[in-house]
């Protein structure tokens, strides 16, 4: 079965830093491609990052170029977010997929002073 | 940006019903690989999305062949045929050809 595991969420000020993980199980890690979703209050979904299997192509949104990095390890079949310079608008759950075709539970990510 | 512009916005519908939500794409959604990457996903009350169709047409794992995607190019529509209990909740149609990814506004389907 498919799992997904996100962590790392929480409460943060803005311009502070969050890393999130993404623990993955139920198949082979480094043959997907993974993204990052989010998702805030009341509001539709919102891609937010990708990365190929290999980890070698990373791809994201404009409002989070330059903040915000994905990563993974395919070793520990795990996927990151790195998200610095936070802002208020960056408050959301975020999702981790599997190439958007499942998902994991989310992470709720609020930042405020 | 592709922008995938989705209705209606809601629906109510009674058990057994039938219904279909549309998706239109301001942009082709054919990749240079000759494949569709349209998906439909449903978000239960509070839970996670679900992905039921990918690429068009195809059923996602689990999914009951009650959906059934459609469509081609710029235009794509899902159908649900006997509406049950389990199936309320928002769904979403995304794309996945054209980066950045882009998801419609969402179809919030309720209880007459």
């Known amino acids: 079965e498919v799992q997904l595991v996100e962590s790392g969420g929480g409460l943060v000020q803005p311009g502070r830093s969050l890393k999130l993980s993404c623990a993955a199980s139920?198949?082979?890690?480094?043959?997907?491609?993974m993204a990052w979703v989010r998702q805030a209050p009341t509001k539709g979904l919102e891609w937010v990052a990708s990365?190929?299997?290999?980890?070698?192509?990373?791809y994201y949104r404009d409002s989070v170029k330059g903040r915000f990095t994905i990563s993974r390890d395919n070793a520990k079949s795990t996927l990151y977010l790195q998200m610095d310079s936070l802002r208020s608008e960056d408050t959301a759950t975020y999702y981790c997929?599997?190439?958007?075709?499942?998902w994991g539970q989310g992470v709720m990510v609020t930042v405020s002073s | 940006d592709v922008v995938m512009t989705q209705t209606p916005p809601s629906l109510s519908v009674a058990i057994g019903q039938s219904v279909s939500i549309s998706c239109k794409s301001s942009?082709?959604?054919?990749?240079?690989?000759?494949?569709?990457?349209l998906n439909w996903l449903l978000q239960n009350p509070g839970q996670s999305p679900k992905r039921l169709i990918y690429?068009?047409?195809n059923l996602g794992s689990g999914v009951p062949d009650r959906f059934s995607g459609t469509g081609s190019e710029k235009d794509f529509t899902l159908k649900i045929s006997r509406v049950e209990a389990e199936d309320l909740g928002v769904y979403h149609c995304?794309?996945?050809?054209?980066?950045?990814?882009?998801f419609g506004a969402g179809t919030k389907l309720e209880l007459k």
């Open positions: 997929t599997r190439a958007l075709g499942y």
């Open positions: 139920g198949f082979t890690f480094s043959n997907y491609y």
């Open positions: 990365i190929t299997n290999s980890g070698g192509s990373t």
């Open positions: 942009q082709s959604l054919v990749h240079s690989d000759g494949k569709t990457y």
């Open positions: 690429q068009v047409s």
């Open positions: 995304v794309q996945a050809t054209h980066v950045p990814y882009t």
